[in-house]
């Protein structure tokens, strides 16, 4: 087995993992963002396992990455609480700043993605 075919079975258990605790637990769950074959591999696993509760999200059609929840019966999936909080900054415009003077701010105050 390859170094993509560990990352991808990995990445399915973690779908499959997901799943099992919904059913356990009775609350949603929800994933990382995904980039577009993370996303093909979720479906690919959600629909083996015949999971219909479950949702993606970007928040915009335009999103390269996605989240997904993974909802018990109870819940409709346009109540969710979805754990995404959009930014916005100002500064002041006489500073030049690049991604990286935004991106280093953020991993100083220990934001992860």
């Not at 409709?76 to 030049?96: A, E, R, V």
Request: include cysteine; hydrophobic fraction near 35%; charged fraction near 25%.
């Amino acid at each position: 087995m390859n170094k993509i075919d560990k990352e991808d079975h990995f990445f399915k258990s973690r779908i499959s993992n997901l799943v099992q605790t919904i059913s356990d637990k009775n609350y949603p769950k929800f994933s990382y963002f995904l980039d577009e074959h993370q996303v093909c591999l979720a479906q690919e696993v959600l629909n083996n396992l015949k999971c219909k509760n479950y949702i993606f999200y970007g928040h915009d059609n335009n999103f390269q990455r996605l989240m997904l929840c993974v909802y018990p019966d109870y819940l409709d999936p346009n109540d969710i609480d979805w754990p995404i909080s959009i930014l916005n900054f100002s500064y002041n415009k006489n500073y030049t700043l690049s991604h990286k003077d935004f991106l280093g701010a953020l991993m100083s105050l220990q934001i992860k993605r």
